[in-house]
């Protein structure tokens, strides 16, 4: 529990405060409409889905007030730098910002869905009462006007026989916005969904941006006040007195007609200040795009990886940080996130994009298709972002894990610690580092062979071979591969990378890494730092918990996920 508690226990207190907030306010919310005497009567006509129709709404300002917040890139970046004085835990907070965002979208969908279903019967309920099926009070009650001459205010927004559920759904602002707004969340939830932001990104892409037309349409959803509350009358209307003779109102004393008033729309108090703030978000991002940007060198590597080295005036990262890129000539609005593989000691920065979906496929043909010598197309930076990969040399032991691509931001802070080590830097606090890399194919290995090869090189002549603990694993092969692999099997290097250090073949046994590394820093602090699937990464995370050290004294280990 100790252990879980400290790679856990700050997200599980932030989750319970979310939740807590939640039913907060909708249980206040439930029984203020549910027991409210100001809504005695609109209850009459609409029974108990009145509060099931608010309560949500309540819940929903307040996650709509929060959804926008999680994807303010240049906000978390703000404040990661802010928390620097805050410790690592309150940073790592950042890294789940599109975990927390989904959270909240699953939220606005399910108070959605009973809001509306709500709301549809208010809607059913409305026009019964108009039609008098529910008693003289609820009839009387319908039929109140607005009226000048009778100082009356109506409460029931069905004015004719005439009118359908359908169509009240459909002729007021309320129903009008409601109905937008639905199907907008509902395009965006399900175009959502794994497998399609996958395999089509540019539908996700394009129906995310609905997020527009459902801000515009909650913004005006409340401004038909349809939900009306009972208002305090001069002399007062006694409803316990008055209620069982609705005929005699007006004329009897204590029983003035009752008088009604829409409540004051209160969704866009909620939601005005994170819309501002990401307004300045897409107006930051829209002068980087108009920033030149311009190329130092384009390679193709083996397995389809492009490797692209720009130049941006004023550009400043860190280690493992994330840029946005937007290649007009391929669309205009899709921004693709990529992390830096280059240093920050280097003059330039650069990225490694792999041949995944229609965007980036077509960048390469792009590419490959240039005349020798050739610009390559105009290409616009966002950026650069934080990622749990910045707090690498905050560990004294740092453990590097990289799947197949998932390996750059990892190139990125191996090549920092080659400058550093050249340039003597006094300030490294690292004090050794364990490097995994898992890959399905031999061609991926070799982009980044040539760095493994210098770091190995330099450590040995610092006499610092113990720093960089670096093994690879080759997860697919062929008989083939296996067949020359036996026969080169006595070289000093390995046949694949022409590294010392031999590949594997397989997946490392984590329990046995993980034993290692406690053995041989039995009073360090370690971070564990992933840039890979969901699945290696639940299972690094319970490796964490297990081999955390209760006693402060000894191995801790601290588990970090790139997210984007």
């Not at 099931?52 to 300002?61: D, F, G, K, S, T």
């Not at 311009?294 to 389809?304: A, F, G, L």
Request: charged share 20%.
């Amino acid at each position: 529990m100790s252990n879980w508690i400290i790679n856990h226990g700050l997200s599980a207190f932030i989750l319970v405060v979310w939740m807590g907030i939640n039913i907060f306010l909708f249980v206040y919310y439930y029984l203020f409409y549910d027991q409210g005497p100001q809504f005695e009567y609109t209850r009459e006509l609409l029974g108990s889905a009145l509060p099931w129709a608010r309560a949500p709404a309540a819940v929903l300002n307040f996650n709509c007030m929060l959804i926008l917040l999680p994807v303010c890139r240049n906000l978390l970046s703000l404040l990661r730098g802010s928390f620097i004085c805050c410790g690592r835990t309150m940073r790592k907070q950042l890294d789940k910002n599109l975990t927390f965002h989904k959270l909240v979208a699953y939220m606005i969908a399910l108070m959605t869905a009973v809001h509306t279903v709500a709301h549809l019967l208010n809607a059913e309920w409305y026009t019964n009462s108009f039609q008098g099926l529910y008693g003289p009070l609820a009839s009387k009650l319908s039929m109140l006007d607005d009226s000048v001459e009778l100082n009356t205010t109506y409460l029931n927004p069905v004015r004719s026989n005439s009118t359908t559920p359908t169509l009240l759904v459909f002729t007021t602002i309320a129903g009008l916005t409601g109905v937008v707004i639905t199907l907008a969340l509902i395009l965006m939830i399900t175009s959502s969904m794994e497998v399609i932001r996958r395999s089509y990104f540019e539908v996700f892409w394009y129906t995310h941006h609905l997020f527009i037309i459902f801000f515009a349409g909650l913004v005006f959803h409340g401004a038909g006040r349809i939900v009306r509350s009972q208002q305090v009358t001069d002399p007062p209307h006694n409803n316990s007195f008055c209620e069982d003779q609705p005929e005699s109102w007006g004329n009897l004393t204590g029983c003035p007609i009752p008088q009604f008033a829409g409540g004051f729309p209160q969704t866009w108090m909620w939601v005005i200040g994170p819309m501002i703030i990401y307004l300045c978000e897409r107006l930051l991002r829209f002068i980087r795009y108009m920033q030149p940007v311009s190329y130092r060198k384009i390679v193709i590597r083996p397995s389809k990886v492009l490797e692209l080295q720009l130049v941006k005036p004023g550009f400043k990262m860190a280690v493992g940080q994330y840029v946005f890129l937007n290649c007009p000539a391929i669309s205009q609005l899709e921004w693709h996130p990529f992390t830096m593989t280059s240093a920050p000691e280097e003059d330039f920065f650069s990225v490694h994009i792999r041949s995944v979906g229609d965007w980036t496929e077509n960048l390469i043909k792009m590419v490959e298709n240039l005349p020798e010598g050739g610009q390559g197309p105009k290409m616009a930076v966002d950026g650069p972002f934080g990622t749990a990969s910045e707090d690498v040399f905050d560990y004294e032991v740092s453990m590097l894990v990289g799947a197949g691509i998932g390996v750059t931001p990892f190139a990125s802070i191996l090549k920092s610690i080659w400058y550093k080590f050249k340039d003597s830097d006094p300030k490294l606090r690292t004090k050794r580092i364990y490097f995994y890399w898992l890959c399905r194919e031999t061609y991926a290995f070799e982009w980044f062979a040539d760095l493994l090869q210098v770091l190995e090189r330099e450590m040995e002549e610092r006499g610092m071979r113990d720093f960089l603990t670096y093994k690879l694993y080759l997860t697919g092969w062929d008989q083939s591969h296996v067949n020359h692999a036996m026969v080169h099997f006595d070289k000093d290097t390995d046949i694949i990378t022409g590294l010392k250090q031999k590949t594997s073949y397989g997946r490392p046994n984590w329990d046995k890494e993980f034993e290692q590394v406690k053995q041989e820093n039995p009073s360090s602090v370690v971070g564990t730092f992933l840039c890979g699937p969901q699945a290696l990464a639940k299972d690094l995370e319970k490796k964490c918990v297990k081999y955390s050290d209760v006693d402060p004294r000894k191995t801790k280990f601290y588990f970090n996920k790139e997210n984007f």
